[in-house]
T-cell receptor, first 113, second 112 residues
Framework: DVKVTQSSRYLVKRTGEKVFLECVQD?????MFWYRQDPGLGLRLIYF???????EKGDIPEGYSVSREKKERFSLILESASTNQTSMYLC????????????FGSGTRLTVV | QQQVKQSPQSLIVQKGGISIINCAYE??????FPWYQQFPGKGPALLIA?????SEKKEGRFTISFNKSAKQFSLHIMDSQPGDSATYFC???????????FGSGTRLSIRP
């Protein structure tokens, strides 16, 4: 089974800090995604990547950037954390032939104080 | 603007009953409609999915009903069990891209 690992389960950061959320998958998948999950809003797509060094904006990219220097790693960057970025962040990957089968990590709950 | 509208937000069902969660969409560019199940402390996991050229898909106690003309689809959980208690998300995938749009989620509780 594909494993998607998010480096931190819980993070507490201060307003204005630069925050890095790391995600690693072990199945050589081309596609990787970052979502945030908020009650009543479901999962909203922040950024996704089709391949190394390629990225595309999702529905809510403002205040975020991403980096994909290696195929297995997709990082989400909060350039200057704000309290409205307090949320659960979920990383997912998808490989060829799995039309709708995203594999999600367990999530990082980020609190910005 | 939510592209995939899901209801209800929460649902309580007695053990052995039928749980029904509904979703609606507007964009005809969607070509796959998966459902994800999420337990507390875990990421969502694919439960079942359907293509728009099929009206129903059944896997065990889980069934998706799809109405293309009405742009609606629903998840039915037969003989609901306490272990089915979780948050369920409907979703839709754009045919031209890999990205999936999720509904707002339904928190399902099955009472013993």
């Amino acid at each position: 089974d594909v494993k998607v690992t998010q480096s931190s389960r819980y993070l507490v950061k201060r307003t204005g800090e630069k925050v890095f959320l790391e995600c690693v998958q072990d199945m050589d998948h081309e596609n990787m995604f970052w979502y945030r999950q908020d009650p009543g809003l479901g999962l909203r797509l922040i950024y996704f990547s089709y391949d190394v060094k390629m990225k595309e904006k999702g529905d809510i990219p403002e205040g975020y950037s991403v980096s994909r220097e290696k195929k297995e790693r997709f990082s989400l960057i909060l350039e200057s954390a704000s309290t409205n970025q307090t949320s659960m962040y979920l990383c997912a990957s998808r490989g060829p032939g799995t039309n709708y089968g995203y594999t999600f990590g367990s999530g990082t709950r980020l609190t910005v104080v | 603007q939510q592209q995939v509208k899901q209801s209800p937000q929460s649902l309580i069902v007695q053990k052995g009953g039928i749980s029904i969660i509904n979703c609606a969409y507007e964009n005809t560019a969607f070509d796959y409609f998966p459902w994800y199940q999420q337990f507390p402390g875990k990421g969502p996991a694919l439960l079942i999915a359907i293509r728009p050229d099929v009206s129903e898909k059944k896997e065990g106690r889980f069934t998706i009903s799809f109405n293309k003309s009405a742009k609606q689809f629903s998840l039915h959980i037969m003989d609901s069990q306490p272990g089915d208690s979780a948050t369920y998300f409907c979703a839709a995938r754009y045919s031209s891209a890999s990205k999936i749009i999720f509904g707002s989620g339904t928190r399902l509780s099955i009472r013993p």
